[in-house]
């Protein structure tokens, strides 16, 4: 075990666990943000560099500075360390230079994008970008491309996370897309156009942190924070078939895999459940899903707030499981 100071809160993790996972045992504001690394995919993180935080103390052994910003997302604790993330001026101006970055060649279409609500950019920009650019050229363009009739691909919003190439390599037979090229020429493609189909592809959707890659069969429906998420089980044989519904009225927009408050993917879900169940008789629902108060999904939904578990009958699985998570407080304490 190694215990590390993370902006003066001592945490002790086991050995190995990256400096990211262990600020997020802490949890709350001082996380710091992440675009490429995802959690259930090997070998993803250092892309970004959004995570970048800075080591006061390298270890109890060698207390010294790290002399550059580190990526938190790739570099194992050492007992003692010292990290230092909101607390470091010097690491959120940094962030603000990834954010421009980023913002280089993304479009501006956010009024327009399935992604607008839930993007993770959206909200890496709001919390420690600027409000103007300094950029004038031209941004890049790419030629569309079809990748089949239920994943649309917007290159130009891609920025080269990599996540989508790691899911389809490891919980899928046989990933069609990949990087092309190289440098400020590389980009999500299919060197010949091909129809990415396999029975897991949808969850390319789900891990992408913009809008480069959206439901085709949700594409211009509603917004998302028009729609009531609500957590919904089926017996699948290929998947777990735990699911987030989201319904506009009646009818059930689309269908994603259930994510953490981190935004990753609990459980992987197969294309059946995603794209063809799209009625409510398909599913066994447990409850409305539980949404942060910050995020803008969170308008118009309401959550009851449960004060005696005990009188109240038939309790969702969503709200029993939260619930001993998160005990509420009881009445006169």
């Not at 989508?164 to 069609?176: E, F, S």
């Not at 895999?257 to 059946?272: H, L, M, P, S, T």
């Not at 409850?287 to 939904?301: E, L």
Request: aromatic share 6%; proline share 6%.
């Amino acid at each position: 075990m190694a215990k590390i100071t993370f902006d003066g809160v001592e945490v002790e993790v086991p050995d190995g666990t990256t400096i990211l996972n262990a600020a997020r045992q802490i949890g709350g504001s001082i996380v710091p943000p992440a675009m490429c690394y995802y959690t259930p995919l090997k070998g993803s993180g250092g892309k970004c560099r959004a995570c970048l935080v800075r080591v006061a103390a390298g270890s109890a052994k060698d207390p010294r500075p790290m002399p550059k910003l580190v990526a938190s997302c790739v570099t194992p604790v050492q007992d003692g360390m010292v990290v230092e993330n909101t607390t470091s001026e010097q690491v959120l101006n940094v962030r603000k230079g990834i954010v421009e970055m980023l913002l280089i060649n993304h479009p501006l279409d956010c009024p327009v994008c399935d992604q607008a609500g839930e993007c993770d950019l959206q909200n890496f920009a709001f919390e420690h970008g600027v409000s103007t650019t300094r950029y004038q050229e031209e941004r890049r363009t790419f030629e569309k491309i079809d990748i089949g009739p239920l994943i649309q691909l917007h290159m130009t919003r891609c920025i080269l996370c990599y996540r989508c190439v790691y899911t389809a390599n490891q919980i899928t037979d046989n990933r069609v897309h990949g990087v092309l090229g190289r440098g400020d020429a590389a980009e999500i493609g299919t060197y010949i156009e091909n129809i990415i189909d396999n029975d897991f592809s949808g969850n390319v959707i789900d891990v992408c942190p913009v809008g480069a890659l959206t439901d085709k069969t949700f594409r211009f429906k509603s917004r998302v924070w028009f729609t009531k998420p609500v957590n919904a089980h089926r017996d699948c044989p290929k998947c777990s078939g735990n699911v987030v519904l989201w319904y506009k009225g009646k009818d059930v927009l689309r269908t994603t895999a259930r994510k953490d408050q981190y935004g990753e993917v609990k459980e992987w879900i197969c294309n059946e459940c995603r794209f063809e169940k799209k009625e409510t008789s398909d599913w066994i629902i447990e409850g409305p899903a539980h949404i942060d108060r910050s995020s803008v999904i969170s308008a118009n939904h309401y959550e009851l707030p449960v004060l005696n578990q005990s009188v109240v009958a038939d309790l969702p699985e969503s709200t029993q499981r939260d619930l001993e998570k998160n005990p509420p407080l009881k009445l006169g304490s």
